[in-house]
């Protein structure tokens, strides 16, 4: 990939004891590094990305731990120091009295290239937070952000560097940031301080800030976005869902509040009276979702993605990647949905297969068994045309649901893993011996499908027979995508949907 990367590895291997340096030297792969770490009265370790090294054979002593301390800054209230001039952090743990008993000594590398997977996104002023688990490359990307602004866009670009990991530590700032200018947080509790003072005291552009994590920092960053400055930021958490789920950070994308609707239009949305929605518009309008050091997870339209997922619908996502060659891959979401390019729903012919996920496969086989059944449980998510899942890990969003959903894999959502709801699933899903009283789901997507042939031949509106809200769904999503509208009439357990152009 068309990538340089610069890590002055040789600042951080001065630090080391002797005989552990010497270990390190002699290793294969270090420009692979990731932390060297020392904790006392174990053997150092070299960490790299899939596997870990044994430096010496000799236990970490209060004198190897006393070397590295004395040869790096101060630490600060968050335990970190770092080497001047340099990007590596020091981390420190230490006991009940205050004596510092380990060390992670982290290797900064300055990384040139990594913009050009949202290259777009960050030349076009809008305020973009970058999301992703530690050790995947925030920081990173996050230092070339504040480089290309200030040194290829020319703009004012002010870094809020709380522990000196974008810029490094001591006075004068690595050149990895370019022109960009920085200041430093004596504290991490002030840097919702520093983040309020470098826009009044200091005009610039842009503020580029890493770790945004309480409350404070939030409303800061709510602030500054709303003074017209561009604002660039990171936040722990895997995908968006993480912070909606954050009541520290939802102010981020929002903020979430409980609404009661009124019985007339709570029928008319077909949900319940009481619905989680957006309190506002959110503080950053891109959401990136920084999945590994090759591949991002990009949400274009922050406000669209939070609405969408808050009513259990999938929000539209962009993937990029760097491929073999070194050029970065773009799959955009498309605005139409084909029907052809899509996972056909369950054909009326089509044996059910079942993907359980946090459901009770020994209950599950034992209630089939009474009810004279024998499902088809699946293991493979590729070859189930089913996922079944309770109602609380559905709220979760677990990605094993949310790749069923890109899948367009109908999804059955049970109120609780409870025999009685699992009856009821069975009872869905199959014909049982002797009982007429709910059609199966083949029948009831049939008789959705034949309606939808009606339509198309001319009929105005088709009302379907009454089903249970999860047939329901399913009805609503087939004319969805034949283009068709629906909406669900009638009260439980007469409630049915009626499809119309």
Same mark, same amino acid.
């Given at each position: ?10 600042? +951080? ?14 290793? @294969? ?5 990731? &932390? ?25 002593? &209060? ?10 800054? !101060? ?15 020091? !981390? ?31 030349? !076009?002023?809008? *305020? ?15 230092? &070339? ?73 939030? @409303? ?69 979702? #920084? ?38 891959? #773009? ?94 699933? +069975? ?7 002797? !009982? *007429? ?9 049939? &008789? ?18 009454? @089903?249970?809200?999860? #047939? ?9 995508? *034949?283009? +068709? ?17």
């Amino acid at each position: 990939m068309p990538k340089v990367i610069s890590d002055d590895l040789d600042a +951080l291997l001065d630090i080391l004891p002797p005989g552990i340096r010497q270990s390190l030297c002699q290793q @294969q792969g270090n420009g692979e590094l990731l &932390e060297v770490i020392l904790d006392l009265g174990r053997f150092p370790e070299a960490r790299f990305p899939h596997r870990e090294i044994v430096l010496s054979n000799e236990e970490v002593n &209060e004198a190897d731990i006393d070397y590295i301390a004395s040869r790096v800054g !101060s630490f600060a209230d968050d335990n970190r120091a770092g080497i001047e001039r340099t990007l590596h952090r020091i !981390s420190a743990i230490r006991n009940r009295r205050g004596r510092i008993v380990g060390l992670t000594c982290r290797v900064g590398r300055a990384v040139y290239g990594t913009i050009k997977i949202i290259e777009d996104l960050v030349q !076009s002023g809008k *305020n973009i937070l970058l999301l992703g688990r530690p050790g995947v490359g925030k920081t990173t990307m996050l230092r &070339e952000v504040a480089r290309v602004l200030a040194d290829d866009l020319k703009k004012r670009v002010i870094i809020v560097d709380t522990s000196n990991e974008i810029a490094g530590d001591g006075d004068i700032p690595h050149s990895a940031i370019g022109h960009a200018r920085r200041m430093q947080v004596a504290t991490p509790t002030q840097q919702h301080a520093v983040m309020i003072e470098a826009v009044e005291n200091h005009m610039p552009e842009v503020i580029v800030i890493d770790e945004i994590g309480t409350e404070l920092e939030a @409303q800061a960053a709510r602030t500054i976005a709303e003074r017209g400055v561009q604002l660039i930021g990171t936040a722990h958490g895997n995908e968006l869902q993480n912070l909606i789920m954050n009541p520290t950070l939802c102010d981020l994308i929002g903020g979430i509040q409980t609404v009661i609707l009124g019985d007339e239009e709570a029928k008319r949305r077909g949900t319940q009276k009481s619905i989680l929605e957006r309190t506002s518009p959110p503080t950053f309008d891109v959401v990136v979702e #920084i999945q590994n050091w090759d591949r991002v997870a990009i949400h274009p339209d922050v406000s669209q993605a939070v609405d969408a997922i808050l009513r259990d619908q999938t929000p539209i996502t962009e993937i990029r990647w760097w491929d073999e060659t070194g050029e970065v891959k #773009i799959t955009k979401p498309t605005p139409t949905r084909p029907q052809s390019r899509r996972k056909p729903l369950l054909k009326a012919n089509e044996p059910v297969k079942l993907y359980l996920f946090g459901i009770n496969r020994g209950r599950l086989e034992q209630i089939a068994q009474e009810m004279k059944l024998k499902p088809d449980i699946i293991n493979d998510l590729n070859q189930a045309n089913l996922f079944v899942i309770p109602k609380n890990y559905y709220h979760r969003k677990p990605p094993k649901l949310r790749e069923a959903e890109m899948a367009n894999l109908p999804v059955y959502v049970l109120r609780s893993n409870t025999p009685h709801q699992i009856r009821q699933l +069975l009872s869905d899903i199959y014909h049982t011996e002797g !009982s *007429n009283k709910a059609p199966s789901v083949k029948q009831a997507i049939g &008789e959705a499908e034949e309606a939808i042939t009606q339509l198309k031949n001319g009929e105005e509106v088709v009302e379907l027979s009454p @089903q249970s809200a999860y #047939i329901r769904r399913l009805q609503h999503l087939i004319a969805e995508r *034949n283009n +068709l509208a629906s909406q669900s009439t009638g009260k439980d357990p007469d409630r049915r949907v009626r499809i119309y152009k």
